[in-house]
């Protein structure tokens, strides 16, 4: 899986960058990512915001499961598995057949423009194994997540023209980033205009954790709930759209 978004659409943590200059490569994250997978894979480009990439699943049983939909100009990439899908899909009002990335957009939705729904506790409900990027291009608004069993892994950096990179495939990370990526932490979400947040601990910061290679260069860090430090909740005002994205429980 691979999500590459132009400079400005995302801002993730400053905390990811390297003090240690990007160095461009030859190849684009896309690029790499394609010629990493070879006649196996699916991309789109959506104009100068967005280039996002699948690889297909692989046959076998251990395999991860990988699904892109789109709906309404809506996109998703969902790695893993929801064992409660069935559950899921009921409650939403969805068929029977939904399968996981069509049942995150319409989760997405919900949280867009029906509020007031935390986005926390809408991922709270959600068992398995999972990891997914949702690229609205009307909203042009990006929305990360990756569940806290840690079976699925994804990694999130800055590539040397500012451009914010995420992808399960670390080598592809590390060929467009350099030094500036970090994985992606366990049971936490990120969305534009918002910051890190951990939906089993929403009420409290993330705190950043300096990495350092095996060579001793100093790389993009880490993040970590600190539970010695609780964020400000938002005020319930305004529209359904900054209701969905309260931190209050």
């Known amino acids: 899986m691979l999500g590459v978004f132009k400079n400005g659409l995302v801002s993730p943590p400053k905390e990811l960058n390297s003090p240690n200059p990007n160095q461009s490569t030859n190849q684009s994250p896309l690029e790499a990512f394609l010629s990493s997978h070879q006649n196996n894979a699916s991309s789109i480009s959506l104009g100068n915001d967005a280039s996002l990439a699948f690889a297909h699943s692989s046959k076998t049983l251990l395999a991860t499961q990988r699904l892109f939909s789109s709906v309404d100009d809506i996109y998703c990439i969902f790695l893993g598995n929801l064992n409660n899908l069935c559950a899921l899909n009921k409650q939403y009002g969805l068929s029977k057949g939904t399968n996981e990335s069509m049942f995150v957009i319409q989760a997405y939705k919900t949280l867009r423009d029906r509020g007031p729904y935390p986005a926390h506790s809408v991922l709270k409900d959600l068992e398995g194994s999972f990891g ?87 790389c993009g860090s880490t993040f970590k709930v600190d539970l010695f430090a609780k964020t400000k909740s938002m005020p319930r005002v305004g529209s359904h759209a900054n209701w969905a994205w309260s931190q209050e429980a």
């Open 132 to 218: 997914f990027v949702v690229f609205d291009s009307k909203a042009k608004t990006v929305f990360i997540s990756l569940g806290n069993d840690g079976r699925v892994t994804l990694f999130w950096g800055i590539a040397a023209d500012g451009s914010v990179v995420i992808s399960d495939n670390l080598e592809v990370i590390k060929s467009a980033c350099s030094k500036s990526f970090a994985p992606f932490p366990t049971g936490c979400l990120y969305h534009t205009g918002g910051e890190l947040i951990n939906f089993e601990h929403p009420k409290h910061k993330m705190k950043a954790i300096a990495r350092v290679d095996s060579e001793g260069a100093m």
